[in-house]
């Protein structure tokens, strides 16, 4: 019982994000079977980018619900983050995430957050999106 409490309290993401300029994936990881096949999670990741692409999202991060999640992005040169949370979740603690995430790209790009420098360096990426959420 008090394990499926902790479960039922505590914020979980759902899936991150990394998207280029045209909506492309560079790197995803999705955390729920909330979107159990590849299309499912390729309409996801097109319609959220569609959903937030006329947005100027800066240095700051920005919150969108959508499809009954709350959306947490922001763009970094000609790349797109975005973590995606229950409707019940911490839009704060999404965004921590999300800054942490691109924060960590950040240092291992050398400050080059670029399409191009991020698939040089998809191996370090990929660690990072295993490392940075545990289990979701």
Known sequence: ???MFAQETCPSVKNILLLDSEGKRVAVK???DDWPVLS???AFEKSV?????KASSGAEAEI???DGQIV???FIQDLH????GGDEDNELILASVLQGFADAIDIILRNNVDKRTALENLDLILLCLDE?????
């Open 72 to 74: 947490v992005y922001k």
């Open 49 to 53: 980018f569609v959903k937030t692409q």
């Open 64 to 66: 969108v619900m959508f």
């Open 1 to 3: 019982l008090g394990s």
């Open 81 to 84: 983050f975005f973590v995606t």
């Open 40 to 42: 499912a999670k390729l």
């Open 132 to 136: 940075i959420v545990d289990g979701g």
């Open 30 to 32: 999705y955390y729920t």
